[in-house]
């Protein structure tokens, strides 16, 4: 029942949604903290009509003042992956971004964009450790935040030991480099 309830939550937190397509594009994006994942996403929806689903700004639907903790984390992903199917199964391309950084919970979404039949895109987006440092210090400082991620130094620090390797072929981008090429690939791709 909560699941249900949780889904229902997030969904009417959407907003408009692009227009439904066959084999919609599901892009996956993945990174630590500070590397410059939401900003690689807004700047792809510039080029590429897609729904942003940003784990950071869903677990706050679900939990206002959210504690980061295991079973929260647990509860929003189960929600978010419920979600995906449902806009995947509508046909409305979409784009993922939360750290994703553990192969098996990315073998999740590989399931669901096969059972649905979403073109599955994959992005590893990174910067050089000193520049995410600054990032995530001047974050607090921000007074129009986009970005919706409570995450510090601290937080980058403890997640960066858990950083598996993408088994499948992905788009890597340093967000500290001119990212248009990248976004150039990844359009062509969800296009082809």
Not at 13 to 42: D, H, Q, W
Not at 96 to 114: C, G, K, P, S
């Amino acid at each position: 029942m909560e699941l249900a309830e949780d889904v229902r939550r997030l969904r009417e937190s959407l907003g408009e949604l692009p227009e439904p397509m066959v084999n919609p594009a599901f892009i996956m994006v993945s990174g630590l903290p500070g590397t410059g994942k939401s900003y690689f996403c807004r700047k792809l929806t510039e080029r590429l009509p897609c729904l942003i689903l940003e784990s950071d700004d869903l677990r706050k639907v679900i939990f206002p003042s959210p504690d980061y903790s295991p079973e929260e984390s647990n509860r929003l992903f189960q929600a978010s992956h419920r979600l995906i199917e449902e806009l995947l199964q509508t046909g409305i391309p979409l784009i993922f971004d939360a750290t994703n950084l553990i192969e098996r919970h990315r073998e999740h979404l590989y399931r669901i964009a096969d059972t649905f039949g979403a073109k599955l895109i994959l992005v590893r987006v990174e910067a050089p450790p000193e520049l995410v440092r600054q990032r995530l210090k001047d974050r607090p400082s921000t007074t129009e935040r986009e970005d919706k991620s409570d995450a510090d130094w601290q937080v980058y620090e403890k997640m960066k030991s858990s950083v598996q390797k993408m088994r499948r072929n992905h788009f890597a981008v340093d967000t500290s480099r001119d990212i248009a090429p990248v976004i150039d690939k990844i359009v062509r791709e969800a296009n082809r």
